[in-house]
Structures are given as structure tokens and as C-alpha cells.
């Protein structure tokens, strides 16, 4: 039971954290290597705000989030867009711009356990004969709540569908009238919107770090190969399969064997199915 | 089996998500003929080419080549059983000259294979045939970079790419699309010279009147079926064909 | 309206054109035209360190040298195969483990660890990017850039070859002469080596392969075995790198995993000139200088060279060499229309 729930939790938040990079590379076809570093941005910009502006923690949680966003729209508007359409420029790029913030960070000194976020409710609770902490409880909600409006807003909303339209066929949505450089900046700041909520919601559990920006980045784009880049169900299979093979293998193998495990599934995937678990494979796209 | 017969074709099936392209298609192919294979557009004939080569796999149904097995096999392995194709858009290699371009069908195993040791320089044999293909020599037009030619010379360039593979079969797919009438009387004798030393060759092609007058037999197909399959004549006159192109009367 | 308007014009300088193919030995200074840029390589990375007395210096060449290792497996790969390779770091920490290990555990001398290294280390890395091999090359993207990230994280928590503290005192080269003429020629070997190679037959083929792979396909011809073939040799360079590093400070730890080995040769490619393989040599010995006059600014260095790589890549410039190359050989000048 233990392990369900906390299986339940890890992939909730691996989900969490996949979920902007899914949204950024389904949509603009763009592989965000920022992503771990809008991540931490997220976290530190919510600590300054909390401890050095004395803004209480909601309203600074709201704030970041919005920088965030900002931030992450205005990388692409500014410096991705120059690049767009060169695969190797545009991986080359992001991933710099992530590094150079992520060590930003590293160099002010943002590397001592000083650094922490509060959980929103202290405390924890027994359910089911397991004790688990509320803040642990809150991200399994969080999580259901931002599937849910994604759910939402892709399916009901006009930019929502404008998102999905582009994601499926670039020329016939830019022929409806929906400019793509305007959605990627849209998806991109949804992306790092995600990536902020996700850091709020997990960061409380621990240290905010600069290690921590890379293995998110990791982590998430573990979920997307072994669930299926561009799929957004495979981003959830990704999550969980990957949060309870963790869990299983902390449990019964050794905490030190994740690691591996993450790159054996990688591996295994890659080689069995390469679309990932519920990927689209996109045949069409690599044909005559 | 017909001893005549260099492809076969059976009860071919591909669908693209929920659009059937291809409905139970087949066909012979006959040594040192001309196929053509016409119809309107979206009608399957570049996918038809495509689950022939290897480039897609069929959903089901099988082919054929001089009782060879090819489905299933990736493309570089038909290409190396003799049987090429050209490309719709022209795919050549932006940064290499003409003349590079053709050392790399030249470096193929099927190439090592069959004349080994006696190949010699390969800049030597891409120019050689490349001039057989109308590159003049003279104006050091093999040497310029395959980015800067026009469309002629680019599926020219295509279909040299397939000659220095020394095959048995070229699938042509539309290989005047893009060219000028002026162009492609040039082009047509080149296509017969090959035929005439046995090349057994396939057009997939629009241009219906210039393929006529060089085709031996003809197919068409609409909607991913074959709805037609006779001599160019017979299909000029047929019913069928006119509603499959022009619509129904 | 009477507006003039002017443009830039670029010709080729008069003795370029007199010199051009065999025209380059009818004349001295037309062999001092064409031979003085390689020479100036050549005897410039040969000469260079005996003219530097410093110790300091002579280091920071040494190291500006193992990065110019990696810089021309990047470009190599990334501009003559069109695989982008962010996992250089990965091809060093396998390549200084294997030989860490073998010279720990087994004592074998470093003559020996560092070519089976050089071919192991290429082994295992190839075998490991295999499967992105068929795929887009996002996928090799990703997959390279992870792989050192997570191999270190396994060394460290399942506490093998040393675990977070590595393997000290391993053997070192005799002195620092060794260490220099060891690596100096190499470069100059591997730089004019791929430069013939990609000019080969074989090496027209690995092109051709990256300006439309389906052509190639459909000229007989194994993509997935030639490119396997371009990243065993991309990552032997690495390998090598690595095992050179580990003798070199006789350690090796997770370190030899770290991201700056990845970003670096990347940098030094887009600094030197992409596609010159030249430049990527050069690029690396600037950009070590850079960092040793900056070095001050500990971990802002890395910051740096991430803002510089990000906007040259994003101004899309050519490059140092391209630039220096379009100094000597043309010259501009502003016409009117």
C-alpha cells in the first residue's frame, strides 16, 4: 500500500514535470533544454519574493509563475524564433540558454540547503495505514487539477484548439489563419507556466538546487521518449511507469539502482519501440 | 510463374491512419517493357511506388521481384536487388557537385558487388555517365554544385543516381513534372535507348499524351485501386477511365 | 528620385585567382600565398609551446588541446554526418574510467590503457547510441546529452570504479614535454585526417547521408551502418580525450562526466568556424585562454561561454575561421548602384 501511494505521488509529479516540455515539443516541434533551468527559475524567483520581498506565499507563488511564463515566452519570441527550422541550432540554443541560467544560479551561490520552500500545509496524515505528508497529498490534487484544465482548455478553448491544431498539422492550421510564431510563443510560455507549477508544488519537499534543474530536465525527457513525444497520454504512461518502476526498485532493489533503471528503460525503449509507449509514430512526415 | 514476369505485385493494401491509399492492388511486371501508371491526383500512385521500394510497408499483400520476396525489406536492400527509383521532388546532395553526387550509388554494395576491383576511380565512371545523360562535360557542368541546377538537370541527376546502380528495374515517378515540353522530348529518348538495352522501366506519370507514345502497356488507378489495365489505346478509349479523371457524367 | 543606393561587393583578391589550382608554384610569392595559412597552423601549434616558457601556459595549451579533441569530433559529426552530438562528456568519462580502471585495478602502463580506451571506450559508446542511430537526430540529441548526466549519477550511487571520490593515483606521463608532443601532433594528424576523409569516397557518402538521408537509402546503401561508423570514430576521438585526461592528472572521477565537456567543444566549434574543422581547433585554444584570463570568475565562466555559444548560434555567424578565410583570399568594397 505503501508503495501504491507513493508510487501514485512520484508519478504525479514526474508527470507534472514532463508536462511543459511535452506541451513546448508537441506543439512547436522545439525541444526545450531551458526547461530544468525555467524550473528552478520558478523556485528561486518564489524563495526571493517570499524571504527578500516579504510577499506572502501565495501571492508570490503567482507572480513567479507569470515571470516565469514571461521569461519563457520572450525566449522564444527574442532568441528561439531566430533559430527556428534548424534542428541543431535550436537544440544547440535552448540548451545554452538553460545552462547559462542554471549556472547563473550556481555561481550567486544558490547551492547551500539554505534554500527552501515551505509546504503549503505542514504536516502529514495517515490513510490507509500510510503516513504521508499533506504537501505530498496536495501535488497528487495539483497534478489531477492541471491535467484536468489542460484537458480543458486544449479541447474548449479557441487558442486551447489553436494549440492542437498546430500540433497536428502545421500547414493546414496556418492556412485556418493560426500564425504559428505567435502559438509557439503562446505553447512555450504555457510550457514554462507548467514547469513553475510543478516547481512550486514539488520543490517544498526538498532543497531547491541547481542539480535539481538538471535531473528535472532528465527526468522529463525520460518520461517523453519512454511515454511518446508528442502525446500527451504517453507523457501520463511515461510518468507512471517510470514513478512506480522507481518506487519498486528503491523498494525492493536499492535506492541507488533508479538511476539505472531510468536508463535501461530508456534503452529498452529506444530500441523496442522507438515512437515511445503511445507515441505517434509520424510516418507520413519522413515519406516522399 | 511466367518466366517473363520481373515483378509481382499481389493484393496490395495501405492505409494512412483512416484514408485507405492503397485497396488491393496488383499487377505484373514484364521483362524490357514499359509500365505506365496513371491517374488522378491522391489516386496512390506515389504510395504504390513507395510500398514497392521498401519506403513504406504495406499492411498486407505481397511483392515480388523474379520470385524474390521484397516485402518487408528495407529500401536500401531493394535497391541493392536491382530494383531504383526516382524521386518526385529531385533529392539530391545540395553540398556535393553533380559529379559527387553520383559516387555515392557508386560506393553501394550492390556496386562492389557486381564489379568489384574493375570500377576503378570512381570520379571517372560518375563522369562518364553523367555525360551519358546529357551533363556536357565540356562546360564543367558536373563539377558545379547539385544546388545550383535547374530542374532538367536535377532529374536527370535522379535518374543518373539510379543508372550507377547498374539495376534491372527503374521506377520512374513522375519524372516530367516540372519540365517544358522541349525538355521532355529530350528526356523520351533517353527513356527508350534504356528500355532498348533491356531496362524494364515503370512511369508513374500526369503528362498522359508524352507518356503514351513511349508506353507499352498501361495501368490506372483512382482512389487507391486499380481500375484499368491495357495497352495505351484501349485506355484512351476506355469509359471507366474519362469518369475516374474527369468525373461522373 | 535620385537615390543612390550602395552595396557591398566581394572579389576575390588578384593573387588568389593567379594562383589558383597548379598556378600556385609559378612563383615564390605565390607559394607563400597559398601555403602560409596551413603553415601558420601547423608550425603555430608545433612551435607555439616551446616559445611558451610558462608552466601555467604550457598547461592551458595542453588542455586547450583536449578540447580541440572534442571540438573536432562535434563538428565533424554534427556538420559532416549531421549528427548533433551533445554528449562529449560522455565519450570522456567512458574513455578515462576505462583507462582509470585498468590502471588501478590491473596496473597496466599507460601506453596501454590509453589505446584500448581510445577503441573500448569507442565501442561502448557506439553500442550505447545505437538505437537512436535509425531515428531522428532529436533523439540522438537527447540521448547524448543524458547519458554522461546519467552514467555519473550511477557511478556515484551504486558507488563503482571509486564512486564520488574516483581513483586516484593513477599513472602520469614522465614530464610535460611528453604530455605536449603526445597531443600536438595528434591534432594536427586528426585535423588534416577527417579534412582528407570527408573528402574520400567514403566520407562523401557520410555527407550525402546528411543532406538527404532517402537518397541514400535508395542508392543501396546502409545508413544505419555508416553512421554507426562515424560515431565510433567521433567517439574514439573522445575516448582518447578522456584517457589522455585521466593520465594527465592522474584521477578520474565523475567529473570526467560533467556537462562542460559537452558544451565546450560546441562552443569551440561556433566560435572557430562551423564545418572547418579547422576552426574548431582554433576556437578551443581561444576559448581556454578566454577561460584562464577569466578565471577568477569560477563558475561565471560557464555562464559565459553558454551566453557566447547561444548568441553566436542564434545570429547564426559563420565563424572565425570562415571570416579570417574570407579576409585573405577576397576583398570588399562598397559600390553604387
Redo the contacts between chains.
Keep these: 500500500m505503501n508503495i501504491f501511494i507513493f508510487g501514485l505521488v512520484n508519478s504525479v509529479i514526474l508527470a507534472l514535470m514532463a508536462s511543459g516540455f511535452a506541451l513546448v515539443y508537441g506543439v512547436s516541434r522545439l525541444?526545450n533544454?531551458a526547461h530544468g533551468a525555467l524550473y528552478i527559475l520558478a523556485g528561486f524567483a518564489t524563495w526571493l519574493f517570499l524571504n527578500r520581498l516579504g510577499i506572502n506565499y501565495i501571492g508570490s507563488i503567482f507572480l513567479s509563475i507569470i515571470i516565469v511564463s514571461i521569461i519563457g515566452g520572450a525566449i522564444y519570441r527574442f532568441?528561439?524564433i531566430?533559430?527556428k527550422g534548424m534542428?541543431?541550432?535550436e537544440?544547440?540554443?535552448s540548451?545554452?540558454?538553460g545552462?547559462?541560467i542554471m549556472?547563473?544560479f550556481?555561481?550567486r551561490g544558490f547551492i547551500s540547503e539554505a534554500y527552501m520552500l515551505p509546504p503549503f500545509v505542514a504536516g502529514s496524515v495517515s490513510i490507509a495505514g500510510v503516513v504521508i505528508d499533506w504537501q505530498r497529498l496536495i501535488i497528487i490534487g495539483v497534478g489531477l487539477a492541471m491535467m484536468l484544465s489542460l484537458w480543458l482548455f486544449t479541447h474548449h478553448t479557441k487558442v486551447g484548439l489553436s494549440l492542437r491544431a498546430i500540433a497536428q498539422d502545421k500547414h493546414a492550421s496556418m492556412m485556418s489563419g493560426i500564425e504559428p510564431d505567435r502559438t509557439a510563443v503562446i505553447a512555450l510560455a504555457m510550457g514554462s507556466a507548467l514547469a513553475g507549477v510543478a516547481a512550486v508544488v514539488i520543490l517544498p519537499l526538498g532543497n531547491i538546487t541547481v542539480e535539481t534543474g538538471?535531473m528535472v530536465l532528465?527526468d522529463a525527457?525520460?518520461v517523453c521518449?519512454i511515454g511518446g513525444l508528442g502525446s500527451w497520454a504517453g507523457v501520463l504512461a511515461g510518468a507512471f511507469l517510470l514513478g512506480f518502476s522507481r518506487i519498486l526498485t528503491a523498494a525492493f532493489i536499492g535506492?541507488?539502482?533508479?538511476?539505472?533503471v531510468?536508463?535501461l528503460f530508456?534503452?529498452l525503449t529506444?530500441?523496442l519501440k522507438?515512437s515511445g509507449l503511445l507515441g505517434r509514430q509520424k510516418?507520413?512526415e519522413?515519406?516522399? | 510463374m511466367n518466366k517473363n514476369v520481373i515483378l509481382q505485385v499481389k493484393g496490395v493494401n495501405k492505409s494512412f491512419g483512416g484514408v485507405k491509399a492503397i485497396h488491393h492492388v496488383s499487377f505484373d511486371l514484364l521483362k524490357g517493357e514499359i509500365l505506365g501508371i496513371i491517374g488522378p491526383n491522391g489516386s496512390g500512385k506515389t504510395t504504390l511506388v513507395n510500398l514497392i521500394t521498401g519506403f513504406v510497408k504495406a499492411d498486407s499483400g505481397l511483392v515480388f521481384a523474379e520470385g524474390k520476396k521484397l516485402s518487408g525489406l528495407p529500401p536500401y536492400k531493394i535497391a541493392g536487388l536491382g530494383i531504383v527509383r526516382t524521386f518526385q521532388i529531385p533529392r539530391p546532395y545540395h553540398s556535393l557537385s553533380a559529379m559527387k553526387n553520383l559516387v555515392v550509388p557508386l560506393y553501394s554494395s550492390r556496386i562492389m558487388r557486381t564489379i568489384g576491383g574493375k570500377l576503378g576511380d570512381r570520379d571517372t565512371v560518375a563522369l562518364d555517365i553523367l555525360e551519358e545523360i546529357g551533363f556536357e562535360r565540356d562546360a564543367h557542368v558536373p563539377y558545379k554544385h547539385a544546388s545550383t541546377f535547374p530542374e532538367g538537370y536535377l532529374k536527370r541527376l535522379e535518374l543518373a543516381r539510379c543508372l550507377a546502380l547498374r539495376p534491372h528495374v527503374i521506377i520512374m515517378d513522375e519524372l516530367f513534372s516540372g519540365l517544358s515540353v522541349s525538355e521532355i522530348t529530350a528526356m523520351i529518348p533517353i527513356v527508350e535507348k534504356l528500355q532498348m538495352n533491356g531496362m524494364t522501366i515503370i512511369m508513374v506519370e500526369h503528362r498522359v499524351r508524352e507518356l503514351f507514345q513511349i508506353a507499352h502497356r498501361v495501368m490506372v488507378m483512382n482512389f487507391g485501386e486499380k481500375i484499368a489495365e491495357d495497352v495505351p489505346d484501349a485506355i484512351i478509349k476506355s469509359e471507366l477511365v474519362k469518369q475516374a479523371y474527369l468525373g461522373v457524367t | 528620385m535620385d537615390e543612390k543606393i550602395r552595396r557591398r561587393e566581394r572579389l576575390d583578391r588578384g593573387i588568389k585567382v593567379r594562383t589558383e589550382g597548379i598556378y600556385a608554384i609559378s612563383s615564390w610569392r605565390g607559394i607563400a600565398y597559398t601555403s602560409l595559412p596551413t603553415a601558420a597552423f601547423v608550425l603555430g601549434l608545433l612551435i607555439i609551446p616551446l616559445a611558451v616558457t610558462s608552466m601555467t601556459w604550457q598547461k592551458i595549451i595542453i588542455i586547450a588541446c583536449v578540447f580541440a579533441f572534442l571540438a573536432l569530433s562535434f563538428d565533424f559529426l554534427a556538420h559532416f554526418v549531421g549528427i548533433v552530438c551533445l554528449g562529449g562528456a560522455f565519450f570522456t568519462g567512458v574513455g578515462g574510467y576505462i583507462s582509470g580502471v585498468l590502471n588501478s585495478a590491473f596496473g597496466a602502463p599507460l601506453v596501454i590503457t590509453i589505446p584500448i580506451a581510445t577503441i573500448g571506450g569507442a565501442v561502448i559508446c557506439t553500442l550505447f547510441l545505437l538505437p537512436c542511430l535509425p531515428m531522428r537526430g532529436i533523439y540522438f540529441a537527447i540521448v547524448s546529452l543524458m547519458y554522461p548526466l546519467l552514467f555519473a549519477r550511477v557511478i556515484q550511487a551504486l558507488d563503482i570504479f571509486g564512486g564520488t571520490d574516483g581513483l586516484p593515483g593513477l599513472a602520469t606521463f614522465p614530464n610535460t614535454w611528453v604530455e605536449l608532443y603526445l597531443i600536438l601532433p595528434m591534432i594536427l594528424i586528426l585535423t588534416f585526417g577527417l579534412r582528407r576523409l570527408v573528402n574520400e569516397d567514403f566520407g562523401i557518402v557520410l555527407r550525402a547521408i546528411k543532406d538527404n538521408d532517402q537518397a541514400v537509402r535508395a542508392s543501396n546503401i546502409n545508413i544505419t551502418w555508416y553512421k554507426m561508423k562515424a560515431v565510433f570514430l567521433g567517439s574514439a576521438i573522445g575516448c582518447f580525450a578522456g584517457a589522455y585526461l585521466a593520465h594527465l592528472y592522474g584521477w578520474v572521477g565523475i567529473s570526467l562526466f560533467a556537462l562542460d565537456f559537452s558544451i565546450f567543444p560546441i562552443a569551440a566549434t561556433v566560435v572557430g568556424g562551423v564545418g572547418t574543422l579547422v576552426g574548431p581547433v582554433i576556437g578551443a585554444i581561444i576559448l581556454t585562454m578566454f577561460s584562464e584570463m577569466l578565471r577568477e570568475f569560477g563558475p561565471l565562466r560557464v555562464v559565459f561561454y553558454s551566453l557566447i555559444l547561444a548568441g553566436l548560434v542564434i545570429l547564426n555567424t559563420g565563424g572565425l575561421v570562415p571570416y579570417l578565410q574570407r579576409k585573405y583570399y577576397q576583398f570588399e568594397h562598397w559600390i553604387e548602384i
Excluded at chain 1, 535506492?255 to 539505472?260: A, C, I, Y
Design positions: 525541444a533544454f532568441l528561439l531566430r533559430v534542428p541543431a541550432s537544440i544547440i540554443a540548451l545554452a540558454i545552462i547559462a549556472e547563473l550556481r555561481w538538471y532528465i525527457i525520460a521518449i535506492p541507488h539502482w533508479q538511476m539505472v531510468v536508463l530508456i534503452i529506444l530500441i522507438p510516418e507520413l519522413e515519406r516522399v
